[in-house]
């Protein structure tokens, strides 16, 4: 087998196509090599760019019914081998901004514990704004809730969303029930327990 070192590869004259193989072969790059495809590319993507885990600290009550309650006081999550790639997501009072854009999978994973027996749902959704101003309904997930106390219950609400402007493009996560006082969003800071996960699945 032959060995071609070279820097650079250029057409012989002008521009255009670069062809590398043909038909049949096998392009290899070897186990520690990088391929670099940051710049434009056409028919190679570079997968999922950005994947984060965010978590919500401590306990937080609903004290208004039918109606939407924003959640805050998240943090993003590292321990207990917790993996995430790259760092795109910031929060602020429940509000989640992007330092890229992107389309993004987001998956709100919500955990609720009963304080009363007057609750018959509980639910968790997200909205969406594209003007960094009006936010509207993307997702959400509702659960009927046992007629019992200390009773818990969960849903899962996702919203596949295009961030095409970084400044314009924010998301929230909201939860409601069908009485006040009924129920109390929990959690943790040292496990998952309310906790979303933000993916970067490819280009706006």
């Known amino acids: 087998m032959s060995t071609?070192?070279?820097?650079?590869?250029?057409k012989r004259t002008g521009t255009g196509t670069i062809t590398v193989g043909q038909s049949g072969d096998t392009i290899?790059?070897?186990?520690?090599?990088?391929?670099?495809?940051?710049?434009s590319t056409s028919g190679i993507t570079q997968g999922?760019?950005?994947?984060?885990?965010?978590?919500?600290?401590?306990?937080?009550?609903?004290?208004?019914?039918?109606?939407?309650?924003?959640i805050t006081g998240w943090s993003?999550?590292?321990?207990?081998?917790i993996g995430n790639i790259g760092t795109i997501l910031s929060e602020s009072s429940g509000t989640?901004?992007?330092?890229?854009?992107g389309i993004y999978l987001?998956?709100?994973y919500a955990y609720f514990v009963r304080t009363n027996h007057l609750i018959q749902y509980a639910g968790s959704k997200w909205k969406f704004t594209i003007n960094n101003s009006a936010y509207n309904d993307v997702g959400q997930q509702f659960?009927?809730?046992q007629d019992s106390s200390s009773v818990y219950g969960g849903t899962v609400s996702q919203a596949l969303v295009d961030i095409s402007d970084t400044t314009n493009c924010k998301i929230r996560p909201y939860v409601q029930c069908s009485d006040a006082s009924a129920i109390t969003v929990?959690?943790?800071n040292s496990k998952p327990v309310n906790y979303i996960n933000f993916v970067r699945i490819g280009d706006t």
């Open 28 to 39: 290899s790059v070897p186990t520690g090599a990088t391929l670099n495809i940051s710049g």
């Open 4 to 10: 071609l070192k070279v820097d650079t590869i250029l």
């Open 48 to 70: 999922i760019t950005n994947a984060e885990q965010w978590g919500l600290d401590s306990d937080q009550a609903i004290s208004s019914a039918n109606s939407d309650t924003l």
């Open 143 to 145: 659960t009927n809730m």
């Open 106 to 108: 987001c998956t709100y």
């Open 76 to 81: 993003r999550r590292t321990n207990n081998g």
């Open 96 to 101: 989640f901004s992007f330092s890229a854009t």
């Open 186 to 188: 929990e959690g943790n």
